[in-house]
């Protein structure tokens, strides 16, 4: 493996890192999944839909983030409470 593919497997890795983060960021109230995808646009951390879903997912799934239920289009909702903010994801 040559130094130009580690560091591309490293800014992946990164990538991978704030995305999590940023998301986590904006749960402190509910959030649905696209409203949560143009405000981190708007705040320069592009993401898609085939990566956001996913994510909120997993993070339901290790007990980051919290379903908030559906809308009336079927949008599912997420966030945070203190204690989840407050433990290690």
Same mark, same amino acid.
């Given at each position: 493996?040559g $130094?130009?593919? *580690?560091r591309? *497997?490293? %800014?992946?890795?990164l990538?991978? =890192?704030?995305? %999590? +983060? /940023?998301v986590?960021s904006?749960? !402190?109230?509910?959030?649905y =999944?696209? /409203?949560?995808?143009k +405000?981190l !646009?708007?705040? !320069?951390?592009?993401? $898609?839909? =085939? #990566?956001?879903? &996913? +994510?909120?997912r997993?993070?339901?799934v290790q007990?980051?983030?919290? &379903? #908030? !239920? #559906?809308?009336?289009r =079927? /949008?599912?909702?997420?966030t945070?409470?203190?204690a989840?903010?407050?433990r290690t994801?």
């Open positions: 493996m $130094d130009s593919e *580690n591309d *497997n490293l %800014v992946q890795e990538r991978r =890192g704030m995305l %999590v +983060l /940023a986590l904006q749960l !402190g109230r509910q959030q =999944g696209y /409203a949560l995808l +405000l !646009g708007e705040r !320069g951390m592009e993401i $898609d839909q =085939g #990566t956001l879903y &996913p +994510l909120l997993r993070l339901e007990a980051c983030c919290s &379903p #908030t !239920g #559906t809308s009336r =079927g /949008a599912r909702g997420a945070t409470s203190s989840q903010r407050a994801c």
